[in-house]
């Protein structure tokens, strides 16, 4: 039996893979992103949460995030150097 709380987080094609092979039943639904920090990337979703609704399981997907440079600024190099 798959436990459907090992697919959050995964990329969405690989989790639908494993539904199918498992023979669950499932919908999928595609939230809207609303954060106004990163962008957001045109490929790929993800799976962001899983509820069992009689025997099907409806999946919310989302787009993820592209990752930004905070990592590269300056004032980060800085902190590390305290730290």
Same mark, same amino acid.
């Given at each position: 039996? /798959?436990?459907?709380?090992? @697919? &959050?987080?995964?990329?969405?094609? @690989? #989790?639908?893979?494993? @539904?199918? #092979?498992?023979? +669950?039943?499932?919908? %999928? ?9 990163? *962008?957001? #990337?045109?490929?790929? @979703? ?10 099907? /399981?409806? +999946? /919310? %997907?989302?787009?993820?995030? +592209? ?8 004032? %980060? *190099?800085? #902190?590390?150097? &305290? &730290?």
């Amino acid at each position: 039996m /798959l436990d459907s709380n090992s @697919l &959050i987080g995964m990329p969405w094609q @690989l #989790a639908k893979s494993r @539904l199918q #092979a498992a023979h +669950i039943p499932f919908k %999928v639904m595609i939230g809207g992103s609303f954060n106004r920090f990163f *962008d957001i #990337a045109d490929k790929g @979703l993800y799976v962001a949460r899983i509820t069992k609704i009689d025997k099907c /399981l409806h +999946i /919310l %997907v989302y787009r993820p995030m +592209i990752a930004s440079d905070f990592g590269n600024y300056i004032e %980060v *190099d800085y #902190a590390k150097e &305290i &730290i």
